[in-house]
């Protein structure tokens, strides 16, 4: 199973970036997917997950109404529209994966089977 991050990058606060996670190996419509973010000197924490068919969906309180994830089966891809980026918001941004449907409700990354490898998302002020 490979997932591959990509399209962070620096941006002043107030803008936008769109991250992609490519998924190979697996069959995607069976897995649950998220993003987590880990910022330096700080733990992995959930950013947001979305279910197999990507109808459920589910966000961490500091990035309601800002952040959008969504999936495109035929792509084996999932995606997190960032909008209104904050300082705050900088960090390494993961993606992960997990045949369990439960990991839908999963906030603990020690939780999640598959992940890839990273990308940086920088926020100046």
């Known amino acids: 199973v490979q997932l591959q991050a990509s399209g962070g990058g620096v941006v002043q606060a107030g803008g936008s970036l769109r991250l992609s996670c490519a998924a190979a190996g697996l069959t995607f419509n069976s897995v649950v997917m998220g993003w987590f973010r880990q910022a330096t000197g700080k733990e992995r924490e959930i950013v947001s997950s979305?279910?197999?068919?990507?109808?459920?969906?589910d966000y961490a309180d500091s990035v309601k109404d800002r952040f959008t994830t969504s999936r495109d089966q035929a792509k084996n891809t999932m995606y997190l529209q960032m909008n209104g980026l904050k300082p705050e918001d900088t960090a390494i941004y993961y993606c992960?994966?997990?045949?369990?449907?439960?990991?839908?409700?999963?906030?603990?990354?020690?939780?999640?089977?598959?992940w890839g490898q990273g990308t940086q998302v920088t926020v100046s002020s």
């Open positions: 992960a994966a997990d045949r369990d449907s439960r990991r839908f409700y999963s906030r603990g990354p020690l939780e999640w089977h598959y």
């Open positions: 979305i279910n197999r068919s990507g109808v459920r969906k």
